[in-house]
Structures are given as C-alpha cells and as structure tokens.
C-alpha cells in the first residue's frame, strides 16, 4: 500500500483524484500543492458566467477549507514544483521545500500559450487563471472595444460576454474557421453567424502582424492582412501548452503532453499523470494517442486513477471523450473527437437548433449539438457502444436515432 | 432551504446527482437535471451544498 501520496496540481484533476481517493477509503497521507494561491475551484465559469459578474469567487471554490480538514487531505495552495529527485522519491518546490512521496502525481496542467515577441503591457490580457479573470472583470465596464486573438473556446466565450455589454469586438485567428482544432465546419459556420449577427466581426486566415502601442499599453492589433484593429482591451487567447518542462528534467517520457501508459503510469513506476497535461492511448483518438484539455476528462480519469492508486482497480478504462462550450446563448455540446471526421450529416428540428454528425468514412466518430441536449445524451450512448451509425440514417429526419441503440443490446 | 436549478445552463455532466442522489437526478430524454426534492431537510443540506459547488456550469442555488 502506498503510505504517501503527493498530488502535484491544484484544479481539476487534483482536487478530483483526491476526493476520489478518500471516496475510495484510500488510508494513507495525501498532500495536495496547488501553484495558484486559491483553494481548487472551477474554470469553466471564468469564461461565462464569473466573467460576466454574475457569480462571486466564493462560488467558484469546489470545497472550503473545513472540508479538507474533515477528509485529511492537506492543501498546501501558492507551491509550484520545480524539480522532481525520482532517486529519492522527493519533489523541489520553487520556494525550496523538499516533500517526500510515496507515489506523486502529475495534475499540473497547461498554461497559456503566449504570443511569440510580445513585451510587456499593459491592456493585454489572457484567460484561465481566477486572478486573470477579475483582471478583465474589472475592466469590461469601462471598455469600448475588444480585439481577441485566436477564436478557439476561451476566445468565443469572452467575445461573447463583451458582446452582450455592448463592446465592439473582432476576433483574429489564423484558421480558415471558428474552433478549427475541436468543431467542424458546419456548427463554425453557425457559430460565426450567430456572432456575427450579435456585432461581432471576423478576421479569419489572418495572423497578427504586430500588437500597437503607445507609452507601453495597448492599443490595438495589426492583421496579416494590414488591417488596424483599433483596441482598449486584448485578449491572447491561443491555446495552452502542457506543463512538462519539470517531468522532462526528471527524464519522464514526454511526447504531446506527459506519456502515459493504460494504468496512467509515466516511465517510472512511482509517478502518475492525468489532465490536460497526460498524453494517453485513446481508441478515439485518430492517430491512437490524445492529450485533451476538458473538465470531463480530468473527472473521468481522477475518478479511476484513484480506483487504481488505491488498488481498486488494474486499468484506465477509456470513456468516451465530450465537452461543452456557451457562446452567444448557444450550448454547443460534443460527443466523441470531432478531429477524426472528414464529412458531416446535419440534423435540425427547424428552428435553429440542430447537430451535426461526423464520419471517418462511415463510421461516426462524433456528434456536435447546438441546443439539443437530447441529440447530445444519445450520441454518447451511440458512440460509447460503438453502434452501427449510417449516414443515411442521420439524413433521414423520420429516422430514430435510439432504435440503433437496441440493435446493440 | 430550497435549491434552485437553472436547467438552461445544464450540460449534463450529472456531478450533482453523485454528490447528492437524493435530492437531484437527470432527464433520461436529454440527461437534464431535474429536481427530487425542491425543499430538502436540514440534514441534506450539506450534500445539497456540496452538489452545488460542484457543478461544472453552477446551475444551482441554495437558497437558505
């Protein structure tokens, strides 16, 4: 039984896997050591509804400190790993405390990808942290327009809320289309017209030539094209990388993200990962290995590494990947990986609402929902039993999806 | 007590039916939360809290 167990990472998949550790009547010490100076709380608001001031920090916070203290997980929160000694099963903190593991996990995370010779200024902001949060919390009021980089998820949802506060805002990516890594394109194409219907203005397959300034703060943004985005506010909202730089030191395989096997084991046996920084074997995956950033994912996999951690269980049993994402009064909800598809089937009950279906070929591999939670609940039965799904029967309206679900009973 | 739930920000994700089975649980039809018990007793507050903090989209309240 393994005495001691470190967890490096105080979100998600941190605060998760101990919960679920204590949850699995795991006896031994946990300590938990968040790089953030808050108690682990939730991300997803922060790009939608704490970011429009309709919820406060206390509502953020997964637990209070009284419910740590009632499981004996102790939280030790503003510590940041620096480097990890396999030999002698310690890890190095930034502020120079040495902390011994009976086995360590890796929940650390990514950070945000930052936009390549950009100094410092003032009015450029990014979006994950509690911290960067309230920065542009504070500042929506009194802004008159925006300019975001990158139209991913983070970077829709903000443009979104500053939309609906009446700031002119334009979007610049460099893709052909909204969410290119994660959506296909007819619910891009949806969500770009929603948007746009709601005054946003789009900047596609245009890179950002140069930030303007004046006296070190922001003052607007230069496309690829030549084109002057005049701004009060910046928003770099590029995607994240993985945390890896300390596993890589310590000579942990890395690849996209932290390498783990099907037990969530890095290359030594006393190190796990999970989240948004574990790269792991994935039947979903096209190319058989994925890293994904998304709070199900990290649910699911806390909830079984500490199945594993506390000998419950043998393996990581993949769950089929799903996300979800508010922009524009739209719930976008995806079943499976939408990367895998090279064609699309829509489904729509005419009233703006509709999902989109994706095939490798004839197999579906996912399912984009556009307000029809009930399309998204039986795309992941479908997907997740590996039924039988043909285009035909997605493009015929009179067709019930769910007598597929039978046929695999 | 009474727990308000704002089913437009519902995604599904059914944390707050594992924290709490008792007083919350999801549509089969689309995997919506609905509620069991829109009064809960005083002992069931602190799981109906707990459901609470952990929803991914905070789409419920606790009203006291």
Same mark, same amino acid.
């Given at each position: ?409 | 007590?009474?727990?308000? =739930? ?7 994700? /059914? ?7 008792? %007083? ?11 509620? =069991? ?7 069931? /507050? ?7 903090? %952990? ?10």
């Amino acid at each position: 039984m393994i005495d001691r167990i470190v967890i490096a990472g105080g979100g998600q998949a941190g605060y998760q896997l101990a919960q679920f550790l204590r949850d699995q009547q795991y006896p031994g010490a946990i300590l938990l050591l968040g790089e953030e100076p808050d108690l682990p709380y939730q991300r997803p608001p922060l790009s939608k509804i704490y970011l429009e001031g309709k919820s406060g920090p206390e509502q953020l916070a997964f637990q209070p400190a009284s419910y740590f203290q009632r499981r004996e997980i102790e939280v030790r929160t503003g510590v940041r790993i620096a480097a990890i000694d396999r030999h002698a099963r310690r890890v190095h903190t930034a502020c120079g405390q040495r902390i011994e593991y009976g086995h360590l996990v890796l929940a650390v995370g990514a950070r945000n990808r930052e936009l390549p010779g950009l100094g410092p200024l003032q009015s450029v902001h990014m979006l994950r942290t509690r911290r960067e949060a309230d920065e542009l919390r504070g500042r929506l009021p009194d802004i008159r327009r925006a300019t975001v980089i990158g139209a991913g998820f983070i970077g829709l949802e903000f443009a979104s809320v500053a939309a609906s506060q009446g700031i002119a805002v334009d979007v610049v990516d460099t893709a052909a289309r909204l969410m290119q890594r994660s959506v296909g394109q007819p619910v891009a194409e949806a969500f770009q017209r929603r948007h746009e219907s709601r005054g946003v203005r789009f900047h596609l397959a245009s890179g950002t030539a140069r930030i303007l300034s004046e006296h070190g703060r922001a003052t607007g943004v230069e496309t690829s094209a030549g084109e002057r985005l005049p701004a009060d506010l910046i928003l770099v909202a590029i995607g994240v990388v993985p945390n890896v730089e300390v596993a890589a030191e310590a000579g942990l395989a890395i690849g996209n993200g932290i390498l783990v096997d099907e037990r969530l084991r890095t290359t030594d046996e006393h190190i796990s990962a999970l989240g948004d920084c574990a790269c792991f074997a994935s039947r979903f995956a096209p190319n058989g290995r994925c890293r994904l950033e998304s709070v199900p994912n990290a649910m699911s996999q806390a909830r079984q590494l500490a199945a594993i951690l506390a000998g419950k269980a043998s393996r990581y049993e993949e769950e089929l990947p799903w996300f979800w994402s508010d922009q524009a009064g739209l719930k976008l909800q995806i079943a499976g990986l939408s990367q895998g598809a090279d064609s699309w089937v829509e489904r729509s009950a005419g009233d703006g609402a509709f999902s989109a279906y994706g095939f490798s070929g004839h197999r579906l591999v996912a399912v984009e929902s556009v307000n029809r939670p009930g399309d998204h609940v039986i795309a992941k039965r479908l997907l997740g039993t590996g039924a039988r799904v043909a285009p035909e029967h997605v493009a015929d309206p009179l067709f019930d999806l769910r007598h597929l679900l039978a046929a695999t009973a | 007590m009474k727990i308000a =739930i704002d089913t437009s920000k519902c995604i599904g994700a /059914g944390l707050c039916v594992v924290a709490s089975p008792e %007083l919350f649980a999801q549509r089969d039809e689309d995997g919506i939360v609905y509620l =069991i018990n829109e009064h809960p007793d005083p002992q069931q /507050g602190d799981s109906a809290r707990e459901a609470a903090r %952990l929803c991914p989209t905070l789409a419920i309240t606790i009203l006291d």
